[in-house]
């Protein structure tokens, strides 16, 4: 079946700097990526959209600049956290649109942030 | 807007009972789609089912079964004789006319030897 592959699994950085979250679609082409984010014990929260070759689409109270993401191929999407501060500790998560499919999404692994 | 609710934020059980989880939602879509996932504690989401708006008949497998209300906006999941293993957080999800998933906030469920 169709796979998202998310790297890395886990990842811990300092304050201030940047970390790049990447999901890979490995035999489908992802036309549209969802990027979400859980804090600890919550619910999953969509964070944007992203469409192959075009801006993404943040929803209310995501800062774009500051989480950057791309989608420049049909296998490729990544989320950039810039200036990473400890309030930006979370479970990231991309989900492929696979609406033709019976499950209607396909989910990365997750990413487990830990910003220090 | 959408909306969905699950009221129980936790759960607990002993092995062998069986539990049912509650999913109310909101929408003003005439179709729309209905998930339920579970995350276990690596994070990892696994479909259940999804259930779509003009498809209200009840479904089961194996030990899980799906019970869709539209007349009370209800899509609610029942685990019969639980074990150990489905011990989880599990969430109910809707995805309307713009393709974006709304979840809900999640039902830990504890299930005890």
């Known amino acids: 079946g169709a796979v998202v592959s998310q790297h890395p699994s886990r990842v811990i950085c300092k304050s201030g700097t940047s970390v790049k979250i990447e999901c890979r679609s490995l035999d489908f082409q992802a036309t549209t990526m969802f990027w979400y984010r859980q804090f600890p014990k919550q619910s999953l929260m969509l964070m944007a959209t992203s469409n192959e070759g075009s801006k993404a689409t943040y929803e209310q109270g995501v800062e774009k600049d500051k989480f950057l993401i791309n989608h420049a191929s049909l296998t490729l999407s990544t989320l950039t956290v810039t200036s990473a501060h400890p309030e930006d500790s979370s479970f990231y998560i991309c989900?492929?649109?696979?609406?033709?499919?019976?499950?209607?999404?396909?989910f990365g692994s997750g990413t487990r942030l830990t910003v220090v | 807007a959408q909306k969905v609710t699950q009221a129980q934020t936790e759960i607990s059980v002993v092995e062998k009972e069986d539990v049912t989880l509650d999913c109310v939602y909101e929408t003003r879509d005439t179709t729309y789609y209905l998930f339920w996932y579970k995350q276990p504690p690596s994070g990892e989401l696994v479909f259940l089912i999804r259930r779509n708006s003009f498809d209200e008949q009840n479904e089961i497998s194996g030990r899980y079964s799906w019970n869709f209300q539209k007349s009370t906006s209800s899509f609610n999941f029942t685990i019969t004789a639980s074990q150990v293993v489905d011990s989880a957080v599990y969430f109910c999800a809707l995805r309307g006319s713009n393709y974006k998933l709304t979840f809900g906030k999640g039902t830990l469920l504890t299930v005890n030897p």
């Open positions: 989900s492929a649109d696979m609406r033709a499919q019976i499950s209607g999404y396909t």
